[in-house]
């Protein structure tokens, strides 16, 4: 599982940008100390400035302070909501904290997201191209697996990926890769993810 803790989010902090032409509650939603922290969904809770908690639908819109329940205002926890979605503070709704699995780095993943879970940088999905960056060969990616290179044995050989001849120098703890020859039938071949780069200059060949 590679689901991970979220980051500690509980310090409030202000953020301040060109407020001169920004209205009140904008220039609020930026200055004023608040500290985001998603729930599930599209809920996050906002600990405000003065102590109080309240939870904002960003999906939605909402919010339980007083400012929107009573005055039906887009108030600053709304706002500073979606600042820190932009900023990629806090997951989007929907999606959860996550460690990429091929590079270890943080990133943002769908709730419900099945492993391996990969970034932005490292992601690759059933139909992508590839460039074999040993061969120059392009390949089509039929999935990405959660095994790793050093625990994968190749059919009809006695080693695994990552002990192949000509995937020396790729880490045995790369995810393996199961991949077909454009125009060579469904027949897969594994690799070293790292081994592989996307590539968007070919065109799949019946």
């Not at 108030?75 to 699995?101: F, L």
Request: net charge negative.
């Amino acid at each position: 599982m590679t689901l991970v803790t979220p980051p500690d989010r509980s310090r409030k902090t202000a953020l301040a940008p060109d407020l001169r032409r920004l209205p009140d509650r904008a220039t609020r939603a930026w200055t004023e100390s608040m500290a985001v922290r998603p729930l599930s969904g599209a809920r996050y809770a906002v600990d405000s400035e003065s102590g109080a908690t309240y939870v904002v639908d960003a999906t939605a819109g909402t919010c339980t302070c007083p400012d929107h329940q009573i005055r039906s205002e887009q108030c600053k926890h709304v706002r500073r909501v979606a600042i820190e979605i932009t900023a990629c503070q806090v997951p989007p709704p929907g999606q959860t904290w996550a460690t990429c699995d091929a590079c270890s780095a943080e990133t943002f993943v769908p709730e419900d997201a099945p492993e391996p879970h990969l970034c932005g940088t490292c992601r690759l999905d059933p139909g992508d191209i590839v460039l074999d960056r040993e061969t120059g060969d392009r390949l089509v990616v039929a999935r990405v697996t959660d095994q790793r290179a050093n625990s994968v044995a190749i059919e009809a050989t006695d080693c695994t990926v990552a002990e192949y001849p000509t995937n020396e120098g790729y880490p045995g703890t790369d995810l393996v890769v199961e991949a077909t020859y454009l125009g060579d039938g469904d027949r897969r071949y594994s690799f070293p993810l790292s081994r592989l780069r996307r590539t968007d200059d070919a065109a799949i060949v019946a």
